[in-house]
């Protein structure tokens, strides 16, 4: 079980706090409004925290040092991305995901390694992929065999700095295509894998499982 902090108790912070509590998950979600902490099911048992999400003592009464994961889904990209920035670069909390809703600012929150969802594209599901690293792959295309899927695959932060070659090699699945600051790209196999990149990889619906654990891992050091 681990615990995961969401900042913003409105539609999306509401279905993430009840999806991760359902999966045996410690949650604390925090509001500026108390009253927002209404749309939570009456049988919600985390921690309800009424402040403002970027403020130091805030997080840490939401327990923001011991979480596996931090969301910033509040109406305000500003302190969505300012809370991310706290929480990452203070509390060094690993998996962070902030909501925007300008995406022309997309590139520049990229550039300071902070995944960002757009609200014209946004979804629960798209925040649980980013904070889950762990969970199953959610595909967003599958061939007419239903063999081969094109997913968006989490990286372990270890990958930086590795080369596209290595990551097919390690997976022997294909990367399709990065995105990165907002745009898609066309990879080579010298292309490094970037923080803030987004890796679309083509693989076998039967080893994603496979695939997903090898990249949610520091890769693998090869032998002298």
């Given at each position: 079980?681990?615990?995961?902090?969401?900042?913003?108790?409105?539609?999306?912070?509401?279905?993430?706090?009840?999806?991760?509590?359902?999966?045996?998950?410690?949650?604390?979600?925090?509001?500026?409004?108390?009253?927002?902490?209404?749309?939570?099911?009456?049988?919600?048992?985390?921690?309800?925290?009424?402040?403002?999400?970027?403020?130091?003592?805030?997080?840490?009464?939401?327990?923001?040092?011991?979480?596996?994961?931090?969301?910033?889904?509040?109406?305000?990209?500003?302190?969505?991305?300012?809370?991310?920035?706290?929480?990452?670069e203070t509390f060094h909390v690993q998996h962070?995901?902030?909501?925007?809703?300008?995406?022309?600012?997309?590139?520049?929150?990229?550039?300071?390694?902070?995944?960002?969802?757009?609200?014209?594209?946004?979804?629960?599901?798209?925040?649980?992929?980013?904070?889950?690293?762990?969970?199953?792959?959610?595909?967003?295309?599958?061939?007419?065999?239903?063999?081969?899927?094109?997913?968006?695959?989490?990286?372990?932060?270890?990958?930086?700095?590795?080369?596209?070659?290595a990551i097919e090699k390690a997976t022997g699945?294909?990367?399709?295509?990065?995105?990165?600051?907002?745009?898609?790209?066309?990879?080579?196999?010298?292309?490094?894998?970037?923080?803030?990149?987004?890796?679309?990889?083509?693989?076998?619906v039967a080893g994603s499982t496979d695939v997903?654990?090898?990249?949610?891992?520091?890769?693998?050091?090869?032998?002298?």
């Open positions: 079980m681990a615990h995961f902090v969401i900042m913003g108790c409105g539609r999306v912070g509401v279905t993430l706090a009840h999806t991760l509590e359902d999966s045996g998950h410690s949650v604390a979600i925090i509001d500026q409004d108390d009253r927002a902490f209404r749309r939570l099911r009456s049988g919600f048992t985390g921690r309800k925290v009424t402040g403002v999400g970027f403020d130091r003592e805030t997080l840490k009464r939401a327990e923001i040092e011991k979480a596996y994961a931090f969301a910033a889904v509040s109406s305000g990209d500003n302190s969505n991305i300012l809370a991310t920035r706290v929480a990452r962070v995901v902030a909501r925007i809703y300008d995406p022309g600012r997309a590139e520049i929150y990229q550039r300071l390694g902070i995944p960002t969802v757009a609200a014209v594209r946004w979804s629960a599901d798209q925040v649980l992929r980013r904070i889950l690293p762990e969970q199953s792959i959610s595909s967003d295309y599958r061939e007419a065999s239903g063999r081969l899927i094109l997913a968006e695959v989490p990286l372990d932060d270890a990958w930086i700095g590795h080369n596209i070659a699945a294909r990367v399709a295509y990065l995105t990165r600051f907002g745009e898609g790209m066309l990879p080579a196999a010298d292309t490094s894998y970037q923080q803030g990149d987004t890796v679309h990889m083509m693989l076998p997903n654990s090898v990249l949610a891992k520091p890769p693998a050091k090869e032998s002298e």
